[in-house]
């Protein structure tokens, strides 16, 4: 999909749009359709059998998209309310009725902020998202699909179905939210995702086709999980999907997760005030990370300073400096988080939570009961520190004793290189078309190179008027991330 506003963006989104199609389907038609501004988009599920019964399983809204991509689904929506749930239900029974359509298929529709509705395609196939469905309804539509097929009547009627607490899918992507949410290519090093359970009314359901150690190729879609929580209320299904992506371990290859995390924290998106261009009204500069709020950089820095206090205990044992656990007297410490320089003590408190969290020097989360309640933070190592990721917020924590803190502040920051004069390959892919030439003056803006990934080709343009030095890069090319591909005079 791709939206023209203009005749010339018409003519490119036309070219582009039928290129990747005949791709990756084989078949270059192209639909034209109205844009509806600050749309919602409500699909209805459906489910009939082969002796002419329909029914519907409620609604699921999808309207957190990027490039028309779901990202978040939830089930029911916060938009509708009942009559217009079965206004929408009775359209969508009526069309696959119309076909004589069996098993499940789902009817989706574009919604305005007053509740009005507009069709928009059928598909006639199991959903990526039909798991809130399922976990909204107790159906299993899988189970439905194959009796259905098998020649059974639906066993349920509609008036069997009535929708139970709330639920919310995160697709878990392979890009890189930092930059421009490009895809990420690689080795999965590590994948551990968050247990899958149901207790005290929450459900953590989690749906996979990879593992730890596979490989996530460009020959494919981006979505690697679909991690998904139900709870009473939307509210509360909110928060446990916040808590379920903090225990979600992914390296190896950049993921979307810190974004989903940011999201969960969004107020709009709490309150459900949402739009299919919530992404774009909300991140408008693209996504750099949750801001850490004065709460966020105090729990971060508390969990740096029980980190190294674990790592310091250790060493102390193997020196044979400490034969206990205990502090003597509260130590100062200064936690460098980011920007900011951060006081904190060492205490007997640090050191009864240094072991009660089981946290051992290489695990990559880090969970334990603070003030705030239960925390998962994801720990990497860094150059004499750690990288903490936390509800969308990601800083590099230092600890320094208050001596090493008055010399690492004389320190100079690291210049990063100036690659201003390069075009670099901004994810892996291959080369679909250089559509300029060695010596050739290029405006600001046009094309430089195309490069195809994950089944999505992007245009890569100059960013300011250049005069093209001298070109890497072929058409057909494999390229990995940050290669060159031409420089600039």
Sequence with gaps: MRIAYSAAETREGFARARSEAKSSFG????????????????????????????????ERECSIQR???????????????QKTREAMGAQAVALARAVNYDSAG???FVAGQDRSFFFLEMNTRLQVEHPVTELVTGIDLVEQMIRVAAGEKLAIRQKDVTLKGWAVESRIYAEDPYRNFLPSTGRLVTYRPPAEQSRDGITVRND???????????HYDPM?????????????????????????????????VPFLSAIMENPRWQSGALSTGFIAEEFPGGFTGRAADDSVRQ?????????DHIENRRKRRINGQMTGNGVACATARIVRLGPDWLPVEVTAATD???????????????????????????????LNGYRLAWRGVTLDAHVYTMREAELAR???????ADTSRKLLCPMPGLVIAIPVAEGQEVKAGEPLAIVEAMKMENILRAERDVTVKSIAARKGDSLQVDAVIMEFA
Excluded at 69 to 79: C, D, F, G, H, N
Excluded at 208 to 218: K, P
């Design 299 to 307: 729990t971060l820095a508390r969990v740096a300073t029980v980190l």
């Design 352 to 382: 009864a939570l240094a072991d009660a969290c089981g946290w051992t020097p290489g695990n990559p989360l880090f969970s334990a009961d603070l003030a705030e309640g239960r925390v998962s933070v994801q720990v990497a190592r860094i």
């Design 208 to 218: 996979t086709g990879v593992y730890e150690g596979g490989e996530i190729s460009i």
């Design 27 to 58: 078949d270059d038609r192209v639909f034209i359709e109205k844009f509806i501004v600050n749309p919602r988009h409500i699909e209805i599920q459906v489910l009939g059998d082969k002796h002419g019964n329909v029914i519907y399983l409620g």
């Design 410 to 416: 004389l320190m100079p920051e690291k210049a990063a």
């Design 106 to 108: 789902t009817v989706e």
């Design 224 to 256: 690697i999980a679909k991690l998904c929580t139900h709870a009473p209320d939307r509210a509360a299904a909110i928060s446990a999907m916040a808590d379920a992506l903090d225990g979600f371990v992914i390296d190896g290859i950049r993921h979307n």
């Design 67 to 81: 490039r028309h991509q779901k990202v978040i689904e939830e089930a029911p929506s916060p938009l509708l309310d």
